[in-house]
C-alpha cells in the first residue's frame, strides 16, 4: 500500500466514524462508497493528508452536509407499501369534522416519491387544508424531491391510488400543481430537534433499521415530540423491535402504526366510595389445576430470556440462547427473526438471510392475519413482509 493509499484509507475511515456520529447510522449500515468520493474530492482538494484532516476537524459546514448526505441509503418509490396510505386515508377521514387542516411529515423521504404519495392521499381523502412536509438529511435528494420531476421508464407506480401527476406522456412525468401547493422540502436530521410540531401523520420509514440503538432513542424522541396529541406515526416492519414507549399502537400490528394519546380530562374529585358490605365467608372452591406449559409457552419464555440477556449487554448469552431456540423450536418464527436480527448486527448476513427464507417458508400457507404468540403477538403478515422487506434490502431473493 502506498503513502498516499494510506493517506486515503485512513482519511475515509475518519470520515465514517464521523458520518455514524453525526446521522446515527450504524458503522455497518454507512454507504462507503459515498463515503470513498467524500474522502477522494477532499484529499485532491486540500493537496495532502495533513491539510485534508485539518478540513475535516474543522468541521466545515458544507463538508459536513456533503458527507452527511453521501453516507446514507436513498431509496424509495411511489406508494411504498400501500397499506400505509389505505390507512392514513382512513385515519384523516375518520377524523374530527371541525379541524380545519391536516399536517404530515414524511421523514426520511429521499427524493421525494413518499411526500408526493403523502400528498395525494391526503387530498384524495379530504377537502381540508393541508400542509405536507417532506425532509432528508441529503441535500441532493431534497434537491430532486423539490423538482417534482421524475423519468416515466423505471417508474414504480401501479396506477391503483391516487395519482400525484399531471396527465402527460412525456419521458419525464411531472407532479401535480395542486400538490405542489400543499407541499414543501427541508434538508433535516432526524437526531436535531423537530422541524415542526402539532403533525397529524408522520411516516418514518426504512430509517430507524440503519440506526444504533441510542440513535433510534433520540429520533423518537424527535418524532413523539412532534406529533399532536392523536396525531399517528408509521414505521416499516423492520425499523423498530416493539412499541416506542409513551405511543399506542392502532391498526393491525403489521402496519407498525402508533398514535399519541390525547391528554386525559381533568376530573374532579367525587365522593368517598360507600364501605363495603360485611364479608360473608364461604367455602372457596378448589383450585383449578394449571395446564402444563405448551410448546409456544417455553418458546416465548427463551425469547424472553434472551431479549433479558440483550437489555443486560450479554450478548454471547442471548446468541446461545437464540440458536438453542431455533435448533429446538424450529417452528416458533418471531426467534427465527429475532437469531436473523442478531447475526446481521454481528455482520453475519448471509446465515440471517438463510433463517429470513425459512420465516417465509413455514408462514407459507398460514392465514395472514392469524396472530402468532410472541413476546409480543404479531400476525403472520407481519413476520413475512419483515422478510421480504429483510431479503429486498440485502438483494436477495427470496
Partial sequence: MTAGTASLAELQAELC???????GVRLDALRVDGIREVATSLLAKAGDAEAAFAAVHA??????????????????????????????????????PSKARVR????????????????ATLRAATVRELDVLGTDV?????????????????????????????????????????????TRFEVHNLLEPPPGLDFDVILCRNVLLYFTPEA??????????????????????MDLPGAPEGLERVGR???????????????????PPPRPAARVETERPPPRPRPSPSVADDAVAMHLAALAHLDRGERREAEALLASLCATRPSYIPGLVENALLLTRNGE?????????????????????AVLPGPEPMTVAFYTGSARAFLERHGVTS
Fill in 138 to 182: 441529503r441535500r441532493a435528494s431534497i434537491d430532486a424531491a423539490r423538482r417534482g420531476s421524475y423519468k416515466r421508464r423505471g417508474l414504480r407506480y401501479d396506477g391503483q391510488r391516487a395519482s400525484p401527476f399531471e396527465p402527460g406522456t412525456g419521458e419525464l412525468i411531472h407532479v401535480r400543481e395542486d400538490l405542489r401547493n400543499v
Fill in 104 to 119: 404530515a411529515w414524511s421523514a426520511g423521504c429521499a427524493t421525494g416519491e413518499e411526500a408526493w404519495s403523502l400528498a
Fill in 253 to 271: 400490528s403489521e402496519l407498525q402504526a402508533f398514535r399519541r394519546p390525547m391528554p386525559r380530562p381533568s376530573v374532579l374529585p367525587s365522593a
Fill in 59 to 96: 468541521a466545515d459546514p458544507e463538508l459536513m452536509a456533503r458527507l452527511e448526505g453521501a453516507c446514507v441509503v436513498s431509496e424509495t418509490y411511489f406508494y411504498r407499501q400501500p397499506d400505509h396510505f389505505d390507512f392514513i386515508a382512513e385515519t384523516v377521514a375518520a377524523m374530527d
Fill in 349 to 369: 448476513r448471509r446465515q440471517a438471510a438463510q433463517l429470513m427464507r425459512e420465516v417465509l417458508e413455514r408462514t407459507d400457507g398460514l392465514d395472514p392475519h
Fill in 17 to 23: 466514524f464521523i458520518a455514524a456520529e453525526r446521522t
Fill in 216 to 237: 433510534q432513542t433520540r429520533a423518537l424522541s424527535t418524532l413523539k415530540d412532534a406529533l399532536a396529541p392523536g396525531g399517528i406515526v408509521l414505521f416499516s416492519p
